[in-house]
């Protein structure tokens, strides 16, 4: 899962890399080292332009870390939905529909993770964070949703009535046939090191897209069933572990578990601060 994560890169940078069109409005969000789920986040989505019905237009809009459906009847349910199971997505009502016509990309620097003690720890063991996060310093775009929200309480005009949420997709770590299908398809020895390390830390991941696969999962047409928008979510996931495979895992102080706590140090390996 991911429920910690790194956004400390400017909006313009994200532009550059996510290849989206200048804002129209400045969009302002400071470097944010622990990012916590009813955050406003960057997300990365495609809209058809309405005046040709086929050119499209890729945007960073700034969104609520949590999704909130448009039945929902306050924002509670956000705070929950900051996770979407990706075997499930396309039944559950909170991201049936959104999965289908609404789907972004969530870009982060990077995730923090907790590793549980190992079974038969003294019970003053406690979980220990890692950071983890390209080896090349390049951002990660996981596999998102997005949806709008009316707040029926705010006035007819006034901008605060819609509210942007967002969600990320997770599937199982990899396992020990997956570490070995990955070796056959031609991934080096660091990165099976690093996928086994991934399965060990936690039984969930947050979805990686390579550029091909965030292209095509952005794609603004509305799909036209659950069955065609579960084959999309199958891409994802066929290909993720070999976009993971470029990270690296840094253990680091336990300070990241206190939100309120936040900067560049946060991510700093551990034996460079012992």
Same mark, same amino acid.
């Given at each position: 899962?991911?429920?910690?994560?790194?956004?400390?890169?400017?909006?313009?940078? *994200?532009?550059?890399?996510?290849?989206?069109? /200048?804002?129209? /409005?400045?969009?302002?969000?400071?470097?944010?080292?622990?990012?916590?789920?009813? =955050?406003? &986040?960057?997300? &990365? *989505?495609?809209?058809?332009?309405?005046?040709? $019905?086929?050119?499209?237009?890729? %945007?960073?809009?700034?969104?609520?870390?949590?999704?909130?459906?448009?039945?929902?009847?306050?924002?509670?349910? $956000?705070?929950?939905? #900051?996770?979407?199971?990706?075997?499930?997505?396309? %039944?559950?009502?909170?991201?049936?529909?959104?999965?289908?016509?609404?789907?972004?990309?969530?870009?982060?620097? $990077?995730?923090?993770?907790?590793?549980?003690?190992?079974?038969?720890?003294?019970?003053?063991?406690?979980?220990?964070?890692?950071? =983890?996060?390209?080896?090349?310093?390049?951002?990660?775009? #996981?596999?998102?949703?997005?949806?709008?929200?009316?707040?029926?309480?705010?006035?007819?005009?006034?901008?605060?009535?819609?509210?942007?949420?967002?969600?990320?997709?997770?599937?199982?770590?990899?396992?020990?046939?997956? =570490? %070995?299908?990955?070796?056959? %398809?031609?991934?080096?020895?660091?990165?099976?090191?690093?996928?086994?390390?991934?399965?060990?830390?936690?039984?969930?991941?947050?979805?990686?897209?390579?550029?091909?696969?965030?292209?095509?999962?952005? /794609?603004?047409?509305?799909?036209?069933?659950?069955?065609?928008?579960?084959?999309?979510?199958?891409?994802?996931?066929?290909?993720?572990?070999?976009?993971?495979? $470029?990270?690296?895992?840094?253990?680091?102080?336990?300070?990241?578990?206190?939100?309120?706590?936040?900067?560049?140090?946060?991510?700093?390996? *551990?034996?460079?601060?012992?």
């Amino acid at each position: 899962m991911c429920g910690r994560y790194v956004m400390a890169r400017a909006i313009g940078d *994200l532009v550059a890399d996510s290849g989206a069109l /200048e804002p129209d /409005e400045e969009l302002v969000l400071p470097p944010n080292w622990n990012v916590a789920p009813t =955050v406003d &986040v960057p997300v &990365v *989505l495609e809209r058809a332009e309405p005046a040709s $019905g086929t050119e499209k237009r890729r %945007e960073i809009h700034v969104a609520r870390w949590g999704l909130v459906p448009p039945w929902a009847k306050d924002l509670s349910v $956000g705070s929950r939905a #900051f996770n979407a199971r990706s075997e499930t997505v396309t %039944e559950k009502p909170t991201f049936r529909s959104a999965v289908r016509a609404r789907r972004c990309a969530v870009p982060v620097d $990077g995730y923090y993770e907790w590793l549980k003690p190992e079974a038969g720890a003294p019970k003053s063991a406690k979980k220990r964070p890692f950071y =983890v996060h390209p080896v090349d310093g390049t951002p990660i775009y #996981f596999a998102g949703l997005y949806e709008w929200w009316k707040d029926g309480s705010v006035p007819e005009g006034d901008p605060a009535r819609w509210l942007l949420s967002c969600t990320m997709l997770t599937g199982p770590s990899p396992d020990a046939t997956d =570490v %070995e299908t990955a070796r056959a %398809e031609g991934v080096d020895q660091p990165g099976l090191d690093t996928l086994e390390r991934l399965g060990g830390l936690h039984d969930r991941l947050p979805l990686p897209m390579d550029r091909d696969t965030l292209d095509e999962w952005l /794609e603004p047409e509305k799909l036209s069933s659950a069955v065609a928008a579960g084959a999309l979510v199958d891409r994802v996931r066929r290909q993720a572990f070999r976009t993971a495979s $470029g990270w690296i895992l840094d253990e680091v102080g336990t300070a990241v578990g206190n939100v309120r706590n936040n900067g560049p140090e946060l991510t700093e390996p *551990l034996e460079t601060l012992l």
